[in-house]
């Protein structure tokens, strides 16, 4: 067992892990932090953090499943330190919210999936760290609040933009098209 020969320090079966998991965990990382250079250095340090910490891994989940929630931590604390500042959307002068989410709305952005990854990219970094979170990752609001330290109506409002945005940029590229 891989996870086995980790905690026994065997640099193969690490070697191994990081084959398995790496390029998943470092398109979450992506879609976080956005900079290629950036996600490599958290996919570094998440896999550093996940071997010498190894002995907590208690095998209720899934290795992958640990280990993701290594990579989203390490990546919205790297995004932290950027000191992106999160306003909460209450001292805003307005609210709008994901409630009127619909299929077609859905099928619109699985349709164009590799734009939309791109434009993901080059979105707000609040938008795109709170719309990745939610979208991408499955967090719900309430979660993505605690985790943020922000409120639940800020994580909302935050992907209803991001909706917009992605589909004003997807709807420009169609009519130049």
Known sequence: MLVQGCRNYDRQAQFEIYKLYSKAMYNI?????????????????????????????????????????????????????KKISFVDIEKVDFRLTDENDNDEELLFYKDRLDQVHDKIKKLPDKCRVIFSLFMLEGYDHNEIAEILNISVSTSKSQVHRAKKLLREKLEMDLNAS
């Open 29 to 81: 990382s992506l879609r976080i932090v956005a900079k290629e250079e950036d996600a490599e250095d958290v996919l570094q340090n998440a896999f550093l953090s996940a071997f010498t910490k190894i002995e907590q891994f208690s095998g209720k989940v899934t290795f992958g499943a640990w280990l993701k929630r290594i990579v989203i931590n390490k990546s919205i604390d790297y995004v932290k330190k």
